[in-house]
């Protein structure tokens, strides 16, 4: 408890929005601080794309990092929350997109040109323009929300970075084509982009939906996945039952007070915006 409420104060001192608390809270488990070791002595390996032969994209789940490492992080995230200069090299470690990045440089480019063939028709060509300048260059009409809201109300993002966002909804859309439902999808997308480059957002966002549909619970398997969020209409409506559930078993008296139906749509607006409309 005390190490979960530092990581909720050191969330809260940040001032950022609350999908990006949600880190510190999910990983700030119980763990004793190992000793000598900070912030600036961890070492986690570069998200960049290392140059190297191109390979077809993948949708499958990516590999879980190292438990060594991650028992690193559960320490330091539990105790001191995760500083926000690093929060994109963090959740790319966690998400599995750094190990993605660094085996396939340019599944990227492959997951846009398979959206926008006209827009980049040699993925594999080293000398094309920047992925950054090509999905800033795009002005999709009609991107997919996935039936969630648009996150442009509630994070503060510049007229390009709107832009990227619904390139990139697109690039979800065709390569995740199995999933339609996923209302959190936009808001994650759009927190994402105000903190990380478009193609480091873009990694992340892929294996957050990949290790979402492969997961089996919302709990930690054996295989280091979790689900992120719901990729389905059933499991949203299994999560918004079980936050309801969970409500009723850990504060009984404000279930009460509030009522199921309006425990349930406090829910849904929090699970369906990520948290970004209520903090």
């Not at 950022?16 to 004793?32: D, H, K, Q, T, V």
């Not at 549909?213 to 039952?241: I, M, N, Q, W």
């Not at 504060?251 to 406090?266: E, F, I, Q, Y």
Request: charged share 15%; net charge neutral; aromatic share 8%.
């Amino acid at each position: 408890p005390s190490s979960a409420g530092a990581s909720a104060e050191a969330a809260s001192s940040s001032g950022s929005w609350g999908l990006m608390r949600i880190p510190e809270l999910l990983w700030g488990l119980p763990a004793r601080l190992s000793q000598g070791m900070t912030w600036d002595t961890l070492v986690l390996p570069s998200p960049l794309p290392a140059p190297g032969p191109a390979a077809q994209p993948s949708n499958s789940p990516p590999a879980a990092p190292a438990e060594a490492t991650l028992k690193q992080l559960r320490s330091l995230i539990g105790f001191q929350g995760i500083p926000e200069d690093r929060r994109p090299e963090v959740w790319s470690f966690i998400s599995g997109a750094t190990a993605l990045m660094q085996r396939r440089p340019r599944f990227c480019e492959h997951h846009l040109h398979n959206t926008f063939p006209w827009a980049l028709p040699t993925p594999s060509d080293p000398t094309c323009p920047d992925f950054e300048v090509i999905t800033a260059s795009l002005q999709p009409k009609h991107p997919p929300f996935f039936h969630g809201p648009k996150p442009f109300m509630y994070i503060d993002l510049n007229d390009e970075q709107v832009a990227v966002t619904k390139v990139l909804l697109c690039m979800l859309s065709q390569n995740h084509s199995h999933i339609e439902h996923c209302p959190a999808l936009p808001t994650v997308v759009a927190l994402l982009l105000s903190q990380a480059s478009p193609r480091l957002a873009y990694a992340i966002a892929h294996c957050l939906l990949a290790l979402s549909t492969a997961a089996k619970s919302y709990t930690h398997c054996l295989d280091g996945r979790f689900r992120f969020f719901p990729v389905s209409s059933r499991l949203r409506a299994e999560a918004l039952a079980t936050f309801e559930v969970l409500v009723q078993r850990r504060l009984p008296r404000l279930h009460r007070h509030l009522g199921g139906p309006a425990v349930l749509a406090l829910a849904e607006e929090w699970l369906d915006k990520a948290f970004a409309s209520a903090l």
